[in-house]
């Protein structure tokens, strides 16, 4: 499908339009980063834990910060998760100290939690309903029998099958339902099967929280370390690897280009990282990596519209084979650029917390990405063959 036809834009000609603002780019990024104090890597890559908790009331920010300063070696990264509403926070406290326990230190990082933000983990010794298992309520239930299925007769695998599918019920409840927490244990009479006795049987030994912890997440300082060292390495080879291939395939000159222009990407995408202090995961590598090889191949198509051009259109210089060939390309750019936009849009709009530093890595890539193919690599392949070699345009093939 063509959506463009007899495009004759000397894009060329606007090549130090293209250049002066992808410097203006650059030094955005680099000011943001030394402004905003560097990259906010996540605990992938410096090492300790991440905690989502959701209230039941919006939270006091402060009072959760001083209750993890003793925990943390920096000071924690606390900020809100998901849509405001849902009173999701994002606790990220960063651990350095090599050797240490990851396991215990996160039980601990927990239990410092619930000790200053759950006033109601004395009540009575009974348990956090919001922050419990699935065996826990099971057991509760089965000792207690609220529904007398012992006095009807009931085997003891049919008693225990019954409570356990009942505590199934209640936790899809708590957790889909309710989304992982209730702020009142009488919101179980909303479950199937749930009777005022079984509630009543759970008040003896639960206690709604006030907050929920959704996920946790470790990492120790040197695993962290390693991880760092690895993603910048798998960038770099990515990097050469795709100028080994374009340099032999081509000419190097076209591998330089293009690999100029990947690092252009990836270098504007991270600098709007540390503008935004966006946290840089796994997660985001993998983007990059992904924004690494799209770029290349959009590079790839234009490179080798080029050199057919150069067999056929002998009398024109190589900056108007260039033209041409990115005129005669601009459909294929557009619509794989669009229809990839849209896509990792989409995820960044609606695919929630967890995927939107990876969302986001993606959809600046894929509009500088499309912008550096077009501005960045041609030119630097016409201005080399013009200023350094001083060959004609038949001879760059």
Do not use: C
């Amino acid at each position: 499908m063509e959506i463009f036809k007899n495009v004759s834009f000397d894009w060329l000609g606007k090549k130090w339009y293209f250049i002066g603002g992808s410097w203006v780019m650059l030094l955005i990024g680099v000011v943001g980063y030394f402004v905003r104090g560097g990259l906010a890597y996540g605990i992938d890559f410096t090492g300790g834990t991440l905690i989502i908790v959701k209230f039941n009331k919006p939270p006091d920010l402060e009072k959760i910060r001083s209750a993890l300063d003793p925990e943390a070696v920096t000071p924690p990264l606390i900020q809100a998760f998901d849509d405001p509403s849902k009173n999701t926070v994002q606790i990220r406290v960063q651990r350095s100290k090599a050797g240490e326990d990851v396991e215990a230190s996160q039980k601990a990082l927990q239990a410092r939690l619930r000790q200053v933000l759950d006033p109601t983990h004395v009540e009575g010794n009974k348990l956090d309903f919001n922050n419990t298992s699935l065996d826990p309520i099971a057991k509760s239930l089965i000792d207690a029998d609220p529904d007398n299925l012992k006095s009807q007769n009931k085997t003891t695998a049919e008693i225990e099958t019954h409570y356990r599918n009942l505590a199934a019920s209640i936790m899809e409840y708590r957790n889909k339902t309710s989304d992982g927490l209730v702020n009142s244990l009488d919101d179980l009479r909303n479950v199937a099967g749930v009777s005022s006795a079984v509630i009543e049987s759970l008040k003896k030994i639960f206690v709604a929280g006030p907050f929920a912890i959704k996920a946790v997440e470790s990492v120790g300082a040197i695993v962290g370390s390693d991880l760092r060292r690895r993603a910048a390495l798998a960038v770099g080879l990515s990097l050469l690897g795709m100028s080994i291939y374009i340099g032999f395939r081509f000419k190097p000159i076209y591998g330089a280009a293009a690999v100029v222009a990947v690092f252009h990407d990836v270098a504007i995408t991270v600098g709007l990282f540390a503008l935004t202090q966006r946290e840089i995961s796994l997660t985001v590598v993998a983007a990059l990596l992904t924004l690494v090889g799209y770029s290349v191949n959009d590079t790839i198509v234009i490179f080798d519209r080029v050199r057919e051009n150069l067999r056929s259109m002998r009398k024109e210089t190589l900056g108007q084979v260039i033209n041409i060939s990115i005129n005669q390309t601009m459909s294929r750019t557009i619509l794989t650029s669009g229809f990839t936009f849209l896509a990792v849009l989409s995820i960044y709009l609606f695919g929630g917390g967890v995927l939107n530093g990876f969302s986001f890595a993606l959809t600046v890539g894929i509009i500088i990405g499309t912008y550096s193919t077009i501005g960045i690599a041609g030119p630097i392949v016409e201005l080399w063959y013009r200023t350094v070699e001083h060959k004609s345009g038949r001879k760059a093939a």
